[in-house]
C-alpha cells in the first residue's frame, strides 16, 4: 500500500485535527498520502493555508484507497466515484451515526494496519437507476444506499404506482416510497419502519413512507427484480427523485424511475473483527 486519499467533511472535522492526525500516522507507517475533499464547499469557507488540497479526479487514478473522515453522508459522496475507479473505502466517524464508518475517530491508530495490509474488504451492493420520459433518459446514476420518490414541500400526498418485473407490487397514496440496499436498510428505510437487512444479503427493499392503505407494507425482492416507480392521479403535481440524499430532480406525470441491481460493488475496508450485529447493537443503543 502506498497511496491513499484522504478526504475530510470540513464541517465535521473541525480545523482538519482529525486528518492531520492520520496523515501524520501513516507517513510514519510508510504510506503516501494525498488530500482531497470530497466535495465542493462554501466559498465563503477558509482552507487552512498550512494543508495542500489536490483534485479528486486527479488523484483517483493512481490510489489505492480513499479514507472518508466525517459520517455516512460523506461515504455517500465518495462511493460513486471510488466505486467506478475500482477503489475501497475506508469510513472513519466524526459524525452523528456512522453506521457504515469502521473505524471511530478515537481509533485512528489502527490505520498502521493499512500499511501492513491487514484488512478484509466488504463487497456492498449497489443500484442502478434510470429515470425516463417516453424514449428519452432525463436521469442516470448508481447509489449505494436507497432511491427515494417523494411529495415536495406542500402539505399534500403523491400517489404511486411500484411494479416488480412489470407486475403491480403495490399502489398507494402518501409521501412517498423509498428503494433501498442492504446498505441503505439502516438508513432512511428503517425511519420508515422498513427492515434492517444483512449487508451480504441480497435483496431490494420497497418501504412506503406513510402509506395510506392498510395493505401498502415494505416488500423484500430478490436482487434479480426490476423495480419501476410511476406518478398515478394528480396530474397538475409533481414527485420529487433523490439518489442517496442528493440534489432531487421533478417526475412528471408518465415519467418513469426504474431501479436495479447495479453491476458495480462498493468495496468498504474492514480493519477490525466484528459482526454487523455488534454494530447495529452499538449504533442505535448509543442514540
Request: contains cysteine; aromatic residues 6%.
Amino acid at each position: 500500500m502506498k497511496n491513499v486519499i484522504l478526504t475530510p467533511n470540513p464541517y465535521r472535522d473541525k480545523n482538519f485535527q482529525t486528518v492531520r492526525e492520520a496523515m501524520r500516522i501513516l507517513k510514519d507507517a510508510g504510506i503516501s498520502t494525498r488530500l482531497c475533499l470530497p466535495f465542493e464547499v462554501d466559498r465563503s469557507y477558509e482552507l487552512p493555508k498550512d494543508l495542500r488540497f489536490s483534485r479528486l479526479d486527479r488523484e483517483l487514478p493512481n490510489a489505492e484507497m480513499v479514507i472518508c473522515f466525517g459520517g455516512d453522508g460523506t461515504i455517500l459522496h465518495m462511493a460513486k466515484a471510488a466505486t467506478r475507479k475500482g477503489i475501497p473505502i475506508l469510513g472513519v466517524n466524526i459524525g452523528t451515526m456512522g453506521f457504515m464508518a469502521e473505524l471511530e475517530s478515537t481509533e485512528l491508530d489502527k490505520l498502521t494496519q493499512v500499511a501492513r495490509v491487514e484488512y478484509s474488504l466488504d463487497s456492498r451492493m449497489m443500484l442502478d437507476v434510470t429515470v425516463q420520459r417516453d424514449r428519452d433518459i432525463l436521469f442516470h446514476d448508481i447509489c449505494l444506499n436507497d432511491v427515494v420518490v417523494t411529495k415536495g414541500a406542500v402539505a399534500r400526498i403523491v400517489h404511486l404506482c411500484v411494479k416488480c418485473d412489470g407486475v403491480k407490487a403495490m399502489e398507494f397514496g402518501g409521501d412517498g416510497v423509498i428503494i433501498s440496499t442492504p446498505t441503505g436498510s439502516t438508513a432512511y428505510s428503517y425511519s420508515a419502519g422498513g427492515p434492517i437487512v444483512e449487508p451480504e444479503a441480497k435483496n431490494i427493499i420497497i418501504t412506503p413512507i406513510c402509506a395510506h392503505e392498510i395493505g401498502s407494507r415494505c416488500i423484500v425482492a430478490s436482487d434479480k427484480r426490476v423495480v419501476s416507480v410511476e406518478q398515478i392521479l394528480n396530474a397538475r403535481r409533481n414527485a420529487y427523485l433523490s439518489v442517496d440524499g442528493g440534489r432531487a430532480i421533478r417526475m412528471n406525470m408518465g415519467d418513469v424511475a426504474t431501479i436495479k441491481k447495479s453491476h458495480l460493488e462498493t468495496r468498504l475496508v474492514r480493519l477490525k473483527d466484528r459482526s454487523f450485529y455488534d454494530v447495529v447493537s452499538s449504533k442505535f443503543n448509543r442514540q
